[in-house]
């Protein structure tokens, strides 16, 4: 018993990311929007509509997401990046200025179900060393005012998405949960205001971060239909993290005299790539049980009333940032182009469906040449070095999806990756006269050589977002991408 209670406080401290529902409706999921080539903005609602999802986070205030989601039925929270908690905590006329252009203005001229505003994501992570610390609650209060200045305080709540390392056990029980030390009267402070106005908290729980950073960590207990050995606290069981962790927020809410204060999970699911643990068959199994659950309305043993939950997230992301791991493009239960990863239960019996009318680019992919000399494999490796940072290979290296092709083709991997990311245009296939382009189909399942969405006729609303970092080192995914160079161009002198 003593291992879980370990465990669980290892998952308290690794983890990195509306009104309290009387009953769960429909569902929720974040819509993230750090693409190369992103889905058509109404090629998403739909497929949003068509599985049934009646909730959306983005995490920013995108204009084509926003438009296109306007007399949709679809309740929408639009989210405010980190880097501008700053301006808008200096001063209430820059709240005032992004409420009207980012909200009213939705609201008003295009229908957009705008129900709540997240300001900020995760802003007490350890990596961000206090950054926004002295910003986050004053950029609350400014958005709250600029809110109800536009007639719209009770229609549209406020939020924080918090990430579970805000609170914390010394027990490894949740009845011992409370809030870090040092954001405890700032935590007070955020909770007195959501509640006053109206607002809730939104929590991100994680269940395979914990399993990803410590190999000894009860894989069964990160699942929900398990057979891991029960966490007993007095006279609750605990049967999987997942309520564990909730429930310590709970506890600790409880304890601050905040125990029916409004909770929804923002975020939680599990990555198809990138990692051993991160596959489908695991993807598969922990988010069927939980879109069960929610469409169960099953709740947590402290709080049986169901929250909404996010699941995050709803199609892989190639741009995202890899410093977490390699694992974080590929969270999503579509693939990149809605296309279905593995088939799910979306509730009633209702099977999930793909996107529809998705246009691609022309069937072609650039692979390595089957002449190529590997007379100078310095050569190769700066081709696949380049491609790599240009192009998504993320699905490379031991434990995911093309670890376990041969050389050549792994360098085709990284070549096409490129080739695709640069619209299949003239040159991108060259790589010092080592590729070719070919209509035969390269793909040796499970690892699938990608052909990009044909984005290029689409009016671009914004520019490519940059990728947001979250949780983990430079030096760290450095190493990582090095020995993965070092493994493909060692493979191939040995063929």
């Known amino acids: 018993m003593g291992q879980i209670h370990s465990f669980l406080f290892i998952f308290l401290c690794i983890l990195g990311y509306g009104e309290l529902a009387k009953g769960v409706s429909g569902l929720a999921c974040n819509w993230g929007l750090q693409s190369t080539h992103p889905l058509p903005p109404n090629i998403v609602v739909r497929l949003l509509k068509d599985n049934g999802f009646d909730k959306v986070k983005l995490f920013e205030a995108d204009p084509g997401a926003l438009k296109a989601l306007g007399r949709s039925g679809i309740q929408v929270m639009v989210g405010i990046p980190n880097d501008m908690l700053a301006s808008l905590a200096s001063n209430v006329g820059n709240a005032e200025a992004w409420v009207q252009q980012n909200?009213?203005?939705?609201?008003?001229?295009?229908?957009?179900?705008?129900?709540?505003?997240?300001?900020?994501?995760?802003?007490?992570?350890?990596?961000?060393?206090d950054r926004f610390v002295n910003t986050i609650f004053p950029a609350l209060q400014n958005i709250q005012a600029a809110l109800i200045k536009a007639g719209l305080g009770k229609q549209v709540?406020?939020?924080?998405?918090?990430?579970?390392?805000?609170?914390?056990?010394?027990?490894?029980?949740?009845?011992?949960?409370?809030?870090?030390p040092e954001l405890q009267n700032l935590m007070m402070n955020i909770i007195k205001f959501l509640q006053d106005n109206g607002g809730f908290l939104a929590i991100n729980i994680y269940?395979?971060?914990?399993?990803?950073?410590?190999?000894?960590?009860?894989?069964?207990?990160?699942?929900?239909?398990?057979?891991?050995?029960?966490?007993?606290?007095g006279s609750i069981v605990?049967?999987?993290?997942?309520?564990?962790?909730?429930?310590?927020?709970?506890?600790?809410?409880?304890?601050?005299?905040?125990?029916?204060?409004?909770?929804?999970i923002g975020e939680v699911g599990w990555p198809t790539d990138g990692d051993s643990s991160a596959n489908i068959d695991n993807a598969k199994r922990f988010n069927q049980a939980l879109l069960d659950r929610i469409v169960h309305g099953q709740g947590s043993p402290r709080r049986r009333t169901p929250p909404d939950v996010y699941i995050f997230s709803l199609y892989d992301e190639d741009h995202k940032s890899t410093l977490p791991g390699n694992f974080e493009r590929h969270w999503g239960i579509f693939k990149y182009d809605g296309s279905i990863k593995y088939p799910l239960d979306m509730g009633n019996g209702r099977a999930i469906v793909p996107a529809k009318g998705v246009k691609y680019l022309a069937r072609q992919w650039c692979v390595m040449s089957p002449s190529a000399g590997v007379s100078d494999p310095n050569t190769l490796a700066q081709s696949i070095t380049y491609a790599c940072e240009n192009g998504d290979c993320t699905s490379l290296g031991y434990g995911s999806s093309c670890g376990n092709l041969d050389a050549q083709s792994n360098a085709s991997?990284?070549?096409?990756?490129?080739?695709?990311?640069?619209?299949?245009?003239?040159?991108?296939?060259?790589?010092?006269?080592?590729?070719?382009?070919?209509?035969?189909?390269?793909?040796?399942?499970?690892?699938?050589?990608?052909?990009?969405?044909?984005?290029?006729?689409?009016?671009?609303?914004?520019?490519?977002?940059?990728?947001?970092?979250?949780?983990?080192?430079?030096?760290?995914?450095?190493?990582?991408?090095?020995?993965?160079?070092?493994?493909?161009?060692?493979?191939?002198?040995?063929?």
Do not use: W
């Not at 406020?158 to 870090?180: H, K």
């Not at 395979?208 to 007993?232: G, H, I, R, W």
């Open 207 to 233: 269940p395979f971060l914990s399993m990803q950073a410590d190999p000894s960590f009860p894989k069964e207990y990160a699942f929900f239909n398990n057979t891991a050995k029960p966490l007993v606290d």
């Open 103 to 129: 909200v009213s203005n939705y609201i008003s001229n295009h229908g957009t179900d705008i129900r709540s505003v997240a300001v900020g994501n995760e802003p007490f992570l350890h990596d961000y060393k």
């Open 238 to 264: 605990y049967t999987n993290v997942y309520d564990a962790n909730f429930d310590t927020l709970i506890s600790a809410l409880e304890k601050s005299g905040f125990g029916h204060m409004p909770v929804v």
């Open 157 to 180: 709540k406020v939020t924080i998405p918090l990430n579970a390392d805000v609170y914390q056990t010394d027990t490894g029980l949740p009845s011992g949960g409370y809030f870090r």
């Open 413 to 495: 991997y990284a070549f096409n990756t490129y080739f695709q990311t640069m619209n299949q245009s003239k040159g991108a296939c060259n790589f010092n006269n080592m590729a070719v382009i070919t209509t035969v189909d390269p793909s040796k399942p499970p690892c699938r050589f990608e052909i990009m969405i044909d984005t290029r006729q689409q009016k671009k609303a914004s520019p490519t977002p940059s990728p947001t970092v979250y949780r983990s080192s430079a030096a760290e995914i450095e190493d990582i991408f090095a020995a993965l160079i070092t493994g493909i161009v060692g493979l191939f002198t040995l063929i």
